[in-house]
C-alpha cells in the first residue's frame, strides 16, 4: 500500500458518504453511508434488487454514483469476484488463477492452494468442464491469491453446499493477510462464516 508513517488510522477507512444510483426513474442507492476500517470484514446484505452490486461496482470503479462521495481508496489495489465467474473457460483453473496471481508464485504453490478447496483432478482440466461450484472456487481463488490491498466479493459463495462452503470461507480467513474484505451475500450465515460485520442497503420505494 502507498501509505504514509502520519497518516491516522481514519485515513486508512474507506468511507462512503450519502451514496446515491439511480438508472432512468428507478432509484437503486439512496443517501449509504458507511466506513469500512482497515483489515475489516464486512457483509453486504439485502433483497434482490436492492443495490448490492450496484454498490460493489461503485467501489470499484465500474459505476459512478449520481451523488456522495468515496474517500480512502486512493492507491489501493483491488482484486475482485464478480456475479460472474469470468474465468477464462478454455485453460485450466490453475492457469486462470496463474494469471494474476503474484509473480514468482510458482505452479507447486499454485497447487498447493487450490487443492485446499477444488479437488486435485480438477486443477487442470478446462474450466468448462468443471462444476458450477468447483468455478466459484477458481474464481474465488484468483482473487484472494492475487496482490491486493481491497477484496471485493459479489456472492462468493453461489452454487456451494453447506460443507465446501465453510471450507472455502476458512480458507478465505487464513488468507485474508490484513486485507479489507467487503463481499455481498443474501445468507446470514456467509456473514457468521467470514466473522463480518454486516451492512443491510433497505430497498428504495
Not at 465453510?166 to 457468521?192: M, N, P, V, Y
Request: with cysteine.
Amino acid at each position: 500500500m502507498d501509505r504514509t508513517n502520519n497518516e491516522t488510522e481514519m485515513g486508512l477507512q474507506i468511507c462512503a458518504q450519502g451514496i446515491c444510483k439511480s438508472y432512468g426513474d428507478r432509484t437503486v442507492l439512496n443517501n449509504l453511508t458507511f466506513v469500512l476500517p482497515a483489515g475489516s470484514r464486512t457483509c453486504l446484505t439485502g433483497p434482490s434488487g436492492s443495490g448490492k452490486t450496484t454498490l460493489l461496482r461503485i467501489l470499484m470503479g465500474l459505476e459512478v454514483a449520481d451523488g456522495g462521495r468515496i474517500s480512502g481508496l486512493e492507491g489501493l489495489r483491488c482484486a475482485a469476484v464478480f456475479q460472474e465467474d469470468r474465468l477464462f473457460e478454455e485453460i485450466s483453473a490453475l492457469r486462470n488463477v496463474r494469471l494474476t496471481a503474484a509473480k514468482g508464485t510458482d505452479d507447486a504453490q499454485l497447487r498447493a492452494e487450490l487443492g485446499q478447496i477444488l479437488p486435485p483432478e480438477a486443477l487442470d482440466l478446462p474450466v468448462r468442464k468443471l462444476s458450477g461450484g468447483m468455478k466459484r472456487r477458481a474464481a474465488v481463488a484468483r482473487a484472494v491469491l492475487a496482490p491486493s490491498d481491497f477484496l471485493v466479493m459479489d456472492e462468493p459463495f453461489t452454487g456451494l453446499d453447506g460443507e465446501t462452503k465453510r471450507c472455502t470461507a476458512s480458507w478465505i480467513l487464513e488468507r485474508q493477510d490484513g486485507r479489507t474484505l467487503l463481499f455481498s451475500s443474501h445468507q446470514e450465515e456467509d456473514a457468521k462464516l467470514l466473522k463480518a460485520r454486516t451492512i443491510r442497503i433497505p430497498p428504495v420505494f
